[in-house]
């Protein structure tokens, strides 16, 4: 018939033509095309800053080639060190005082508040968030001085005679961390609350187990991992903050991100300063190796 020889159907033995070829090639350039902006973003805002901050690290302040001196004035410096050791003080009592204050904040919120409360809870949980950072350290400047709400409290109530010098003192700067970073906390350790089955609670009690027991040896495992990432979230932000302690702290001690301010503002020595904030990110970079296993993301 004379339609047979419209019929588009391949002879025997002709190989069709491949047409999506090119379909491969296209689906495994699509994963770069779409981390290619954040590639670029981070080498030009941290890799290419982070390399001309190592170089000027490694040069002299008056000029000249390459030496060790900035990083050795750090060891051989008291107040240079100082400033460290005030750091990992202030940033280790800041955690450890934040995830105890969070954890039962979280374990309310995921176990006691009822479900269709508990948005509207951890909005009213993250209002501080919705502050500015300045204005939320000159608000606890407000709170903690000679004059301020506590103190007219403590000596209004007759617990106290004369007022206390709260503000401008390292405790003024944990309070203020604190209330940032209890937050922060409470985020990261409700979710690991809610991703936790109640199945095992009830198979810890089958087996005998009782509130406390399931607790250590059950609960607190489990969400250790939500523990950690917050607390090596607070670790990081609190130990570069300058903000806080420059406000509250009223530079009676000196941290370590006003060490580095100083060496920029007062000295204008900027080869120091990077050598400084160099060994800030080593200390960091210590603290990610410490809390490693717990930080590592699973895939299902």
């Known amino acids: 018939m004379s339609s047979a020889g419209?019929?588009?159907?391949?002879?025997?033995?002709?190989?069709?033509?491949r047409a999506s070829s090119a379909l491969p090639r296209a689906s495994s350039a699509l994963p770069w095309a779409l981390v290619t902006p954040a590639l670029g973003w981070t080498l030009l805002f941290f890799v290419l800053p982070f390399i001309a901050m190592g170089f000027s690290s490694l040069t002299a302040h008056e000029g000249g080639g390459f030496t060790l001196s900035n990083y050795s004035q750090f060891f051989t410096n008291p107040?240079?060190?100082?400033?460290?050791?005030?750091?990992?003080?202030?940033t280790a009592i800041v955690t450890v005082v934040s995830v105890l204050l969070a954890y039962p904040f979280a374990w309310i919120?995921?176990?006691?508040?009822?479900?269709?409360?508990?948005?509207?809870?951890?909005?009213?949980?993250?209002?501080?968030?919705?502050?500015?950072?300045?204005?939320?350290?000159?608000?606890?400047?407000?709170?903690?001085?000679?004059?301020?709400?506590?103190?007219?409290?403590?000596?209004?109530s007759g617990l106290i005679s004369e007022p206390m010098h709260l503000a401008n003192t390292r405790f003024a700067t944990i309070?203020?961390?604190?209330?940032?970073?209890?937050?922060?906390?409470?985020?990261?350790?409700?979710?690991?609350?809610?991703?936790?089955?109640?199945?095992?609670?009830?198979a810890a009690a089958d087996l005998g187990a009782g509130p406390v027991r399931t607790f250590l040896h059950v609960v607190l495992p489990l969400t250790?991992?939500?523990?950690?990432?917050?607390?090596?979230?607070?670790?990081?932000?609190?130990?570069?903050?300058?903000?806080?302690?420059?406000?509250?702290?009223?530079?009676?001690?000196?941290?370590m991100p006003q060490l580095v301010m100083m060496q920029i503002g007062r000295r204008g020595d900027f080869p120091l300063a990077?050598?400084?904030?160099?060994?800030?990110?080593?200390?960091?970079?210590?603290?990610?190796?410490?809390?490693?296993?717990?930080?590592?993301?699973?895939?299902?």
């Open 79 to 90: 107040s240079y060190w100082q400033a460290m050791v005030n750091s990992l003080e202030v």
């Open 109 to 156: 919120l995921a176990e006691q508040v009822p479900e269709r409360w508990q948005r509207l809870a951890l909005m009213l949980a993250v209002l501080p968030f919705w502050t500015s950072y300045v204005v939320r350290s000159y608000s606890w400047l407000l709170v903690l001085a000679q004059n301020g709400v506590v103190n007219r409290a403590l000596t209004g």
């Open 6 to 17: 419209n019929n588009p159907l391949p002879r025997a033995g002709r190989t069709l033509p």
């Open 175 to 202: 309070t203020g961390f604190v209330h940032f970073f209890v937050m922060l906390l409470t985020l990261t350790i409700f979710a690991n609350l809610k991703q936790l089955s109640p199945s095992y609670r009830k």
């Open 274 to 300: 990077s050598a400084l904030s160099i060994i800030l990110m080593a200390v960091v970079t210590i603290a990610y190796l410490a809390c490693a296993r717990w930080l590592k993301i699973e895939r299902a």
């Open 224 to 255: 250790l991992p939500g523990i950690m990432v917050g607390a090596f979230l607070t670790f990081v932000l609190c130990i570069g903050d300058y903000i806080t302690p420059q406000i509250l702290g009223g530079n009676n001690e000196l941290l």
